[in-house]
């Protein structure tokens, strides 16, 4: 059993930079792609970038726009998004995600952490 524990986000303004970090913890063997979805209120859930095991691919939403961009250290088990140039429409609450093979859904959550950006 794997858990996710996200953190870094918090209210900032627009423009401003936000770094997100999700440790895994657990049976973190083998997590193939991990990455991030965000939901605001009202919405579904959205996919926002993902990273592959060797960090060799990487993909983003059309709405990140260039600003954001994803990592991972296998080594400590945690993944990144590093924010820039945050819009009001990035405010959500953003969820880390992870799977352990290809041609699966992402299947393992974390809680979520708030992201608000003022204008």
């Known amino acids: 059993q794997v858990h996710l524990v996200e953190s870094g986000g918090g209210l900032v303004q627009a423009g401003d930079s936000l770094r997100l970090s999700c440790a895994a913890s657990?049976?973190?063997?083998?997590?193939?792609?991990m990455g991030w979805f965000r939901q605001a209120p009202g919405k579904g859930r959205e996919f926002v970038a993902a990273v592959d095991w060797s960090s060799r691919m990487k993909n983003y939403a059309d709405s990140s726009e260039g600003r954001f961009t994803i990592s991972r250290d296998n080594r400590n088990n945690t993944v990144y998004l590093q924010m820039n140039s945050l819009k009001p429409e990035d405010t959500a609450v953003y969820y880390c995600?992870?799977?352990?093979?290809?041609?699966?859904?992402?299947?393992?959550w974390g809680q979520g952490t708030q992201v608000t950006v003022s204008s």
């Open positions: 995600v992870a799977k352990r093979a290809r041609g699966e859904e992402f299947n393992i």
């Open positions: 657990g049976l973190t063997f083998s997590l193939d792609t």
